[in-house]
């Protein structure tokens, strides 16, 4: 088996094996904006998982808040603290059934 190395031979089957250059810088280029991408894919990411954390933040202080504004409505609503407030803001008095008349209407 005999191998041929003619010069002309070889030069003309390395031509058609090499990607042409316009190939090659458009390989290039795909590749260099599929790597921007994943790293464009990755900063958002990395950002929403901020803006995750920030707003979970968020959501523990608003609980927190309703919880003591709860807190502070029963405290205000309890009767003995609306008969102090009536009697201290507006002067009112406890009911008192020996005083009550009754009004008829014709």
Excluded: H, N
Excluded at 6 to 27: H, P, W
Excluded at 63 to 90: G, I, N
Excluded at 100 to 106: C, P, Q, V
């Amino acid at each position: 088996m005999a191998i041929c190395l003619d010069y002309q031979s070889v030069y003309c089957d390395r031509t058609r094996s090499t990607a042409s250059l316009k190939f090659q810088i458009f390989a290039a280029s795909m590749l260099l904006f599929a790597l921007a991408l994943k790293v464009w894919v990755k900063i958002e990411r990395t950002d929403l998982g901020y803006d995750l954390a920030r707003e979970k933040e968020r959501t523990v202080q608003l609980d927190m808040k309703r919880r003591e504004l709860e807190l502070q409505l029963s405290v205000l609503t309890r009767p003995d603290t609306l008969t102090k407030e009536a009697s201290k803001q507006l002067g009112l008095q406890a009911f008192d059934s020996k005083r009550a008349r009754r009004i008829k209407l014709d």
